[in-house]
């Protein structure tokens, strides 16, 4: 994601993935090629007039999945010290 646009399958992880960069849009039904192929289509059309929003997509995937903020949150979750509590052993850990 670190300076390209997202176009997301619907599967949960991606969809999270979605939520935390902000690109709930990009997500299209696995099943469904046709709107794989129009939201495609869309960014082909628009990549010129999207180099600030690509930008601002890079600033946060960043601040979000670069490998200093992963490491960190990482080894605070294998540590357990983290601000998680409990969520560890229900599998249930998510980033900020």
Do not use: C, M
């Not at 646009?5 to 709930?24: C, F, G, R, Y």
């Not at 903020?69 to 850990?93: A, C, H, M, P, W």
């Amino acid at each position: 994601a670190l300076g390209n646009h997202l176009v997301l399958s619907d599967a949960p992880s991606n969809i999270e993935l979605a939520k935390h960069l902000k690109q709930v849009g990009s997500v299209f039904k696995r099943t469904d090629s046709e709107t794989l192929a129009e939201k495609i289509s869309q960014l082909i059309e628009n990549f010129a007039a999207s180099t600030p929003e690509i930008n601002k997509l890079s600033e946060l995937a960043y601040s979000k999945f670069s490998d200093t903020q992963v490491f960190q949150q990482y080894t605070k979750f294998i540590s357990g010290d983290y601000s998680y509590r409990g969520l560890k052993e229900k599998g249930n850990f998510k980033l900020k």
